[in-house]
């Protein structure tokens, strides 16, 4: 029997690499607008126009990549070594193929930003921009198949040490191909495009040769010995991955589509949201790491069919993810001018940006429930319903109102982000709800 204490310490020991892990991957898109900031604002609205449109897409195959962690979580709860390793193969086989269909829609795709009614110097560098980051979905989406095995086998430091090693990558190739350094021609935007292709690619192949050659995966299995096409996993790996792809589509859907709202408003709007945007990143991408321990935790009690460790790890998930969220709430508000100013020197972005702020800060304690909720139900292989309620959260509710505040009742950019604080306040309540029935007929 597990008491609190070790629920949280568990909980935790779990958390702490991924969320460093996840906060050192979004440090590489908080790099790219530093350093492209100080190329100018239209290259930053730019890529914060790119960011949102391509990791809308980007996001449904590392939504798909999210389905082999409580696989292999439950299959490790089962005491069942073989099949982790048959997961991970058959996985990576339909995540590649989703890579590549992932590529190709964004290269091909990349025109049609032009339609999007933004400023047209923005929409030139986001074309080419969004065209360069293309190449880089494949080497992403195969080192978050990786990932999700081992953390699914709750080994969650290896990936943290790799990203943390990306991010000096991709600090170095920005140098070298924004500025133009070492003798290399200065591409500005596009060059944070080729570094963050050559980051990415560092990420798969760093963690496919520790995961081939390290011994304590040995037993898994984690070797290309194809022995079939398993229809059963596969079947599973869908199950979970499609509608755990859509959920993410959904969410980032909402901010991708609140970005091209907000650059109507023009460039020192759009580029405010990408500041602030980038800030409320940092706490999500930590969130993730609890959101990803209550996943494993969650997974492990679910395969040994124990309902009150299930119970006990879901809800102590959700406690400190609001504990950790409230604090960054505290933050942004103290700190609403100063964070801004690390990003660009622009006054007027700065000041908006700072209102955003307080808005973020609102709802960071709902962001955390919601990412949470999702992993602790993702656990318990329940994605179809949540699927349907970010869907409700975000694009029945999130995008109206954001529209309807911004636009009709005149707030501009804060009318969008409250309409985002209600959609996220409306997925927790009803995901949070949702864990408690489920796991009462565990």
């Known amino acids: 029997m597990y008491t609190y204490r070790r629920h949280l310490t568990e909980t935790f020991k779990l958390a702490l690499p991924v969320s460093i892990g996840q906060l050192s991957h979004i440090m590489m898109g908080v790099e790219d607008s530093l350093m492209v900031g100080r190329v100018g604002a239209d290259a930053l609205a730019a890529s914060s126009l790119v960011n949102g449109l391509v990791f809308l897409v980007v996001v449904f195959g590392l939504g ?100 943390i090693a990306a991010n000096i990558v991709n600090i170095l190739g920005n140098w070298i191909f924004i500025y133009g350094n070492c003798g290399v021609p200065a591409y500005g935007l596009d060059g944070a495009g080729y570094s963050t292709f050559i980051s990415r690619s560092f990420m798969a192949i760093t963690i496919m040769i520790y995961v081939l050659s390290a011994g304590r995966y040995k037993q898994f299995d984690p070797t290309f010995r194809f022995r079939n096409i398993n229809w059963n996993i596969i079947r599973k790996v869908l199950s979970l991955g499609l509608p755990s792809g859509l959920q993410h589509f959904f969410e980032v859907g909402a901010f991708s589509f609140s ?115 999702l992993g602790i139900l993702r656990g318990i292989t329940d994605v179809k319903i949540p699927m349907i309620i970010t869907f409700i959260a975000y694009w029945v509710v999130a995008l109206p109102v954001g529209y309807i505040l911004g636009f009709k009742a005149g707030q501009g950019v804060t009318g969008v982000w409250l309409g985002l604080l209600a959609g996220l306040t409306t997925a927790a309540i009803l995901l949070n709800i949702r864990f408690h029935f489920m796991t009462k007929s565990i």
């Open 259 to 373: 970005a091209v709202m907000i650059g109507w408003l023009g460039s020192n709007a759009l580029a405010a949201h990408q500041v602030a945007l980038s800030l409320a990143s940092i706490s999500f991408m930590i969130i993730l790491g609890v959101s990803a321990a209550g996943t494993i935790r969650v997974g492990n009690a679910y395969g040994r069919q124990n309902q009150n460790e299930v119970r006990q790890s879901g809800f102590l998930a959700l406690v400190f993810a609001a504990a950790v969220m409230a604090v960054f709430a505290i933050i942004f508000i103290l700190f609403r001018y100063q964070l801004p100013s690390l990003f660009i020197e622009d006054q007027q972005v700065i000041s908006t940006a700072a209102t955003i702020l307080i808005v973020a800060a609102f709802f960071q304690i709902s962001d955390g429930s919601q990412a949470v909720g």
């Open 64 to 163: 798909m990549s999210l389905a082999i962690t409580p696989l292999v979580a439950i299959a490790r709860g089962r005491e069942n070594y073989y099949e982790c390793g048959i997961i991970l193969r058959q996985a990576l086989l339909v995540n590649m193929v989703v890579a590549v269909l992932l590529l190709l829609i964004v290269y091909f795709f990349a025109g049609t930003i032009g339609y999007l009614n933004q400023p047209k110097l923005v929409t030139i560098k986001a074309i080419s921009y969004a065209r360069i980051i293309s190449f880089s979905i494949i080497p992403f989406i195969l080192f978050q198949s990786y990932r999700q095995f081992i953390e699914g086998l709750s080994f969650t430091r290896p990936a943290m040490y790799i990203t």
